[in-house]
C-alpha cells in the first residue's frame, strides 16, 4: 500500500512541477522516505503476527509540501504521518530495500532484522510478544548479528 502511495505522491511531484515551469516558480526536488517500524514491518509480510498501526514512521529529505501532500495521501487511507519518527532508534548498518522508484520519488523499506533489534533494545516490554514470536520461528543470521553488536537482552523474551 505505501508503494501505491508514493505513486500517487510522485505523479502529484510531476504535476506541480509542470505547473511551476509554467508559472517560473521553483521545482520541487526529488525525495528519498525511508520507512521505519511497524509500518515497513507491515509491508515486508513477516510471518508474524503484527498488529496493525496507523502511525507510519518515515525519515525523508522532501521539502515541507511534499511532506503534507505525503500526509494527505496517507490520511485518505486511515494513516497518520508519525510526527515523533525522527526519535526511533535504528542500528547505524540498516539496510534499506526499494519499494517504489519513480521520477521524483523513491520509497525505501527498513530491513526487518534491523526494526525488531531496535524494537527490542528500546521498547521490550511494549513488543515482548512480537519478540517471542519472532525468536520462535527461527530469526536470520542478520538479526543475530545485528542482536548481538547491540547488545540485545534476549533472554527477555524467553
Not at 56 to 83: I, K, N, Q, T
Request: net charge negative.
Amino acid at each position: 500500500m505505501l508503494a501505491e502511495i508514493a505513486e500517487h505522491l510522485d505523479r502529484w511531484m510531476i504535476d506541480e512541477n509542470v505547473r511551476a515551469v509554467d508559472e517560473g516558480l521553483l521545482r520541487l526536488r526529488r525525495c528519498t522516505i525511508r520507512v521505519l517500524g511497524q509500518s515497513a514491518l507491515l509491508e515486508a509480510r513477516l510471518p508474524v503476527d503484527l498488529a496493525a498501526t496507523q502511525d507510519v514512521d518515515v525519515r525523508a529529505d522532501y521539502e515541507d509540501a511534499v511532506r503534507r501532500r505525503f500526509a494527505e495521501l496517507l490520511a485518505a487511507r486511515g494513516l497518520e504521518l508519525d510526527p515523533l519518527a525522527h526519535e526511533i532508534w535504528m542500528p547505524s548498518e540498516t539496510r534499506y530495500t526499494v519499494a517504489f522508484r519513480g521520477k521524483l520519488v523513491q520509497l525505501m523499506l527498513a530491513e526487518p532484522e534491523a526494526i525488531l533489534v531496535s524494537k527490542a533494545l528500546k521498547a521490550p516490554a511494549k513488543n515482548r510478544a512480537l519478540m517471542t514470536e519472532y525468536l520462535a520461528i527461527g530469526p536470520t543470521d542478520r538479526f543475530w548479528e545485528l542482536a548481538k553488536k547491540y547488545a540485545v537482552d534476549l533472554e527477555a523474551f524467553a
